[in-house]
């Protein structure tokens, strides 16, 4: 469960983009968050994985007060948030399975529990026979299936999610929703922020829209809708 009580953020340059926000996410919901270019979007995630601190407000995170967490403890919170961005962000040097064996290196699991968790989550992107390429052998929509199976092999309780469609094409796209929706159905919560209002019209979710760092719509939605 993510809750965000009285949430501010200025930037140092002055900029106010998270202008006082309340919100629960229960755990295993999928929410889009949707708004205009500069809306805030992207500072509201930021938060939830402590990669922005916020100027006033508390988050809780799992019933950890994440605003107050040390520095070193944000490893351990990210080990329970996997993290997907528009641009992928794997490590070019590192083959696609070293690329999400990587994060289970990082904790120390063992070379037999690494092997059977990556070949799982590669399995669950159909990219198994690709698992000795390297990220510029593949295509943007093998690279964002790479980098939802690396946001994942930790079994994480969150799957955060900032335009991971946004460097797609809309087929590709489509094929990246499905695996989206097959990891909240397997519990996982699932927090995207997107453009795309093809998918929040066609794939219904709770939807929150922000504007100007606050959110001004917030709407519980379900299902598919089978009349697109
Ligand atoms: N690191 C930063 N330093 C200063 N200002 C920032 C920083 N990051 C974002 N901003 C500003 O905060 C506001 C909100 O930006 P944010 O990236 O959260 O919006 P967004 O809704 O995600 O936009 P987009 O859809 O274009 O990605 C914008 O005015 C932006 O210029």
């Known amino acids: 469960m993510i ?18 926000i309340d919100v629960t996410i229960s755990q295993g919901e999928f929410v889009y968050v949707v708004g205009a270019s500069g ?34 403890k944000i490893p351990l919170l990210r080990r329970n948030i996997g993290v997907v961005f528009q641009d992928f962000k794997l490590l070019p040097k590192l ?23 990556v070949l799982e989550v590669l399995d669950l992107v159909n990219l198994k026979h690709k698992a000795r390429m390297f990220p510029t052998e593949l295509s943007g929509g093998e690279q964002q299936r790479v980098s939802i199976a690396r946001s994942i092999v930790n079994s994480p309780s969150v799957v955060i999610a ?11 796209s489509w094929g990246i929703m499905q695996i989206f929706e097959e990891i909240n159905t397997r519990g996982t919560t699932v927090i995207m922020a997107t453009h795309n209002k093809e998918i929040v019209n066609t794939i219904k979710h709770r939807v929150i829209e922000i504007d100007g760092g606050m959110i001004v719509r917030d709407e519980q939605r379900g299902g598919y809708n089978n009349e697109n």
Do not use: C, Q
Request: hydrophobic share 35%; aromatic share 6%; no cysteine.
């Open 3 to 20: 809750i965000m009580k009285n949430v501010y953020k200025k930037y140092p340059n002055g900029v106010v983009a998270v202008n006082g």
């Open 162 to 172: 900032d335009e991971p469609t946004g460097n797609l094409d809309p087929e590709t």
């Open 39 to 72: 809306a805030g979007k992207s500072t509201f995630i930021k938060l939830m994985y402590r990669e922005e601190k916020p100027t006033k407000g508390t988050i809780i995170v799992n019933g950890l007060d994440i605003t107050k967490m040390r520095s070193s």
């Open 95 to 117: 083959t696609v399975y070293e690329n999400i064996a990587f994060a289970l290196e990082v904790i120390e699991e063992s070379p037999r529990v690494i092997r059977k968790k």
